[in-house]
């Protein structure tokens, strides 16, 4: 009878264990895209930052042009036509070439400067960078990327059994005592 008391905080304390352990998947960044900057030459120039998702996470980024003029009348550094684009990659089958690039679909926030996807799935990611360094001295990019890791179904699963477990136990427990008191 003492182990049916206990038997709900049983429930609770697994359910919540388990739940931590598996949304805990690391994601593995191969550079740290917590903010990303760089300075381009003038001209056309296109950058591609990798890193690796290690569950399925929901992502968003964004970059700026960092416009740097000089009095008001030179433009020092500026990019025209600015665009950021997400593709998965994979190993190449050149030397030269080693990586292949294939374009995500699925962006919920279409800008050209920023990108919002809500589930993608592990594996290997290139964000691109592209546009054209108009300045003096070419231009000069900053931005962010933000990894959210998604839940699996099986954390959900856990949840939605531990409370259900729990109602029936409390449920049950309202009846004994309810029983009770008709009794007395």
């Given at each position: 009878?003492?182990?049916?008391?206990?038997?709900?905080?049983?429930?609770?304390?697994?359910?919540m264990l388990?739940?931590?352990?598996?949304?805990a998947?690391?994601?593995y960044?191969n550079?740290?895209?917590n903010?990303?900057?760089?300075?381009?030459?003038?001209?056309?120039?296109?950058?591609?930052?990798?890193?690796?998702?290690?569950?399925?996470s929901?992502?968003a980024?964004?970059?700026?042009?960092?416009?740097?003029n000089?009095?008001?009348?030179?433009v020092?550094?500026?990019?025209n036509?600015?665009?950021v684009?997400?593709?998965?990659?994979a190993?190449g089958?050149?030397?030269?070439?080693?990586?292949?690039y294939?374009?995500?679909?699925?962006?919920s926030?279409?800008?050209?400067?920023?990108?919002?996807?809500?589930?993608?799935?592990?594996?290997?990611?290139?964000?691109?960078?592209?546009?054209?360094?108009s300045?003096?001295?070419?231009?000069?990019?900053?931005?962010s990327?933000?990894?959210?890791?998604?839940?699996?179904?099986?954390t959900?699963?856990?949840?939605?059994?531990?409370?259900?477990l729990?109602?029936?136990?409390?449920?049950?427990k309202?009846?004994?005592?309810?029983?009770?008191l008709?009794?007395?």
């Open positions: 009878m003492k182990f049916m008391k206990i038997l709900p905080l049983l429930v609770f304390l697994g359910t388990g739940s931590a352990g598996a949304s998947n690391a994601v960044l550079q740290p895209l903010t990303i900057s760089a300075n381009v030459s003038a001209g056309s120039f296109t950058d591609y930052w990798t890193f690796e998702l290690g569950t399925t929901g992502i980024g964004q970059v700026n042009n960092d416009v740097f000089f009095l008001g009348m030179f020092i550094q500026n990019i036509s600015l665009a684009d997400l593709y998965s990659t190993l089958t050149t030397t030269g070439n080693p990586l292949t294939v374009a995500v679909a699925g962006d926030n279409p800008s050209p400067t920023a990108l919002t996807f809500s589930s993608l799935a592990a594996g290997s990611y290139a964000l691109k960078v592209s546009g054209i360094g300045g003096l001295a070419g231009g000069r990019y900053s931005g990327l933000t990894v959210t890791p998604v839940p699996e179904p099986e959900w699963a856990m949840l939605l059994v531990g409370t259900i729990l109602g029936l136990q409390l449920r049950r309202n009846v004994i005592q309810d029983s009770m008709i009794a007395a």
